[in-house]
């Protein structure tokens, strides 16, 4: 069984940095296309990011190009997401997800950037930006 458990959630000042961590275990790490997703309460998840399983290819919800980076260390089973120049805007909880690589071509398939194209889900970690 795949477990995704996200760390690095906290309170930052706007204008300020967190780098959020998704450790994966269970499977070869390697083996898998990452997203980033966030929540605002009462809304679904929406999709902030994702790298796909070699970590050549990523991409990024609009609102964030140029402001989050998504990355990953597969000898380490663990992916990230460093998050610079964070608005009030921004506070949300944010959820790292998984899916075996054959599920979908990562370049070729929209479903990457969908709650739908993810198996496995981390807990959340939440971000507040104050204001």
């Known amino acids: 069984q795949v477990q995704l458990v996200e760390s690095g959630g906290g309170l930052v000042p706007n204008g300020g940095s967190l780098r959020l961590s998704c450790v994966v275990s269970?499977?070869?790490?390697?083996?898998?296309?990452m997203g980033w997703f966030r929540q605002f309460p009462g809304l679904v998840r929406e999709f902030v990011g994702a790298i796909d399983w070699s970590g050549s290819n990523t991409d990024y919800a609009e609102f964030v190009k140029g402001r989050f980076t998504i990355s990953r260390d597969n000898a380490q089973n663990t992916g990230y997401l460093q998050m610079d120049s964070l608005k009030p805007e921004d506070t949300a909880v944010y959820y790292c997800a998984a899916q075996d690589s054959s599920s979908f071509h990562f370049t070729g398939s929209q479903i990457r950037t969908s709650i739908d194209g993810y198996t496995y889900w981390g807990h959340g970690t939440p971000v507040t930006v104050a204001a």
């Open positions: 269970g499977r070869p790490f390697s083996n898998y296309h």
